[in-house]
């Protein structure tokens, strides 16, 4: 059995900032010192692709490694490690230390001072257009450091050697500071010049429309996440008036020119393939909570989402459970087609089929948007649902959201509002399986949703983290800011949570 600890195969802050996939050292290579940026000679045109790509490496590579939330996979069922490794305790039983996927603090902070600049260079040289653009980018990798650590340093953030040890701001503070940022965004881009961007925006070529409609579904995220806590409704209707200029209704997605060549795939393929296009997943294999569920509900995503292992059947393993070897009869399965679609494939931000679940469980609060209703609920329930189908190539989505009485699948099985609200989280669940496992993770923290996910089997906890703790590097370099801070713990609670 090959011997492995799960600490050395998470990626260390050392790698982490030399790693051509998160760096500025890209095959788009920006060269911008981060400490020294000049607004004189730096071109926002040349910085925008490369901050686009890194983003795109950090939320769609869910399991790859604790950096890119492979946590949240594991701790949620998406999918589960092998029986090939020696796993360390840390991460079969909750017990967190100041190591554990500290890589999110740094490269979501390394991706922000590209956006940083990006907002400078628009300002300073009267181009509202990047100036929107790297507001906004900041704010959704602002509001990602929140969802996993709570007070983060924002306001003295991105100074670089100016303020090496930025104070921290409380979570909620920050929260509310980037819905301003988000809308101050948006109003940049509405104003801009059409044509002002081009073909170095990698997600939306430019198009204004597109850029707010993301914005719109970015800030309904926010508020969404704050729906639990009773003295914030005043303050969501209030967002909500604001909106104007729809909802993503197509997928985000970023493709730099991703080529069939060693170093220039897409990530989420070349972290399970070989440079030839063989497949070598084989620490990260499928998750038994989330085919059994699909099984059990006659899901056609199944065989998209996974494959098959040398049986025929659908397996995957459990957290804390003894590890299924690979390979065989018996193996755990691997990640699919549906999921794993070609080396030069897109990379996904942001799914049309979160839009959609996000609006429906808008409508189903009554939540006004722009001083009218959202929509229906159920008709953009199932619109979500058509589109993870069609995005995974699966068909089948009208006869599998029709099984009688099935409240797992049927919007006409549910009844009251609380089965509802279960059955849009369950279906944006499966949807965003290995696609956005963070926002899986956000609402389960949120809602309890799925309310079955299963414990480990070797918990030293009696419920799965609700946070990550400050990175070891923050003590080591900011270490009076962060100390400064509450106690947490791996059960700390995340300002938004009840």
Not at 238 to 262: E, H, M, Q, R
Not at 408 to 416: E, G
Not at 456 to 477: C, F, H, K
Request: net charge positive.
């Amino acid at each position: 059995m090959k011997m492995i600890n799960n600490k050395i195969k998470n990626i260390g802050l050392a790698t982490l900032l030399t790693a051509s996939i998160f760096s500025c050292k890209t095959n788009l290579d920006i060269n911008v010192d981060p400490n020294n940026p000049t607004l004189v000679t730096a071109q926002a045109s040349l910085i925008l692709p490369a901050a686009l790509q890194n983003t795109a490496n950090f939320y769609n590579r869910p399991a790859t490694n604790n950096n890119t939330f492979a946590f949240a996979s594991i701790w949620l069922g998406h999918s589960s490690f092998s029986g090939n490794f020696f796993i360390s305790q840390e991460a079969l039983n909750y017990t967190l230390t100041t190591n554990f996927g500290e890589g999110a603090w740094t490269i979501a902070n390394d991706n922000n001072t590209d956006y940083d600049l990006i907002q400078k260079l628009g300002a300073a040289k009267g181009n509202p257009m990047y100036e929107g653009i790297g507001k906004l980018m900041k704010a959704y990798n602002y509001q990602t450091l929140v969802d996993l650590y709570d007070n983060i340093p924002y306001t003295e953030a991105q100074q670089g050697a100016v303020n090496p040890t930025p104070k921290y701001d409380n979570g909620k503070a920050v929260y509310e500071a980037l819905m301003t940022d988000i809308e101050s965004a948006t109003t940049l881009i509405k104003n801009s010049v059409a044509g002002s961007v081009g073909t170095d925006d990698i997600m939306f070529k430019g198009d204004k429309d597109k850029w707010v409609r993301f914005a719109n579904t970015v800030k309904l995220r926010m508020l969404l996440r704050q729906s639990e806590k009773a003295d914030r409704q005043a303050y969501i209707t209030a967002k909500l008036a604001t909106i104007s200029g729809g909802f993503v209704n197509a997928n985000v997605t970023i493709n730099p020119g991703y080529l069939n060549s060693d170093g220039k795939q897409n990530g989420i393929w070349r972290s399970f393939h070989t440079a030839t296009g063989t497949y070598n997943g084989d620490f990260y294999r499928a998750g038994g909570y989330t085919v059994n569920f699909m099984k059990n509900n006659n899901d056609p995503r199944l065989s998209r989402l996974y494959k098959p292992n040398g049986s025929g059947n659908y397996v995957g393993g459990f957290l804390g459970a003894p590890g299924i070897p690979n390979g065989g009869q018996t193996g755990t399965s691997e990640f699919g087609p549906g999921l794993l679609q070609g080396p030069t494939q897109d990379a996904v931000l942001m799914t049309a089929a979160e839009s959609y679940f996000l609006q429906s469980e808008a409508a189903l609060r009554n939540w006004s948007i722009g001083g009218g209703a959202v929509g229906d609920a159920k008709a953009l329930f199932q619109s979500g649902v058509n589109a993870s189908f069609a995005y995974l190539g699966a068909n089948g989505a009208t006869t599998y959201m029709a099984q009688l009485g099935n409240k797992q699948v049927n919007w006409d099985a549910t009844s009251s509002t609380t089965e509802k609200l279960a059955l849009i989280i369950r279906q944006k669940f499966l949807a965003l399986s290995m696609i956005n496992v963070l926002e899986t993770y956000n609402d389960y923290r949120r809602l309890g949703l799925p309310a079955d996910v299963p414990l480990s089997q070797q918990a030293g906890s009696n419920r799965i983290p609700n946070r990550l703790l400050y990175p070891q590097r923050e003590y080591d370099v900011n270490g009076a800011n962060v100390s400064a801070q509450p106690a947490v713990t791996a059960n700390s609670k995340i300002w938004w949570m009840l």
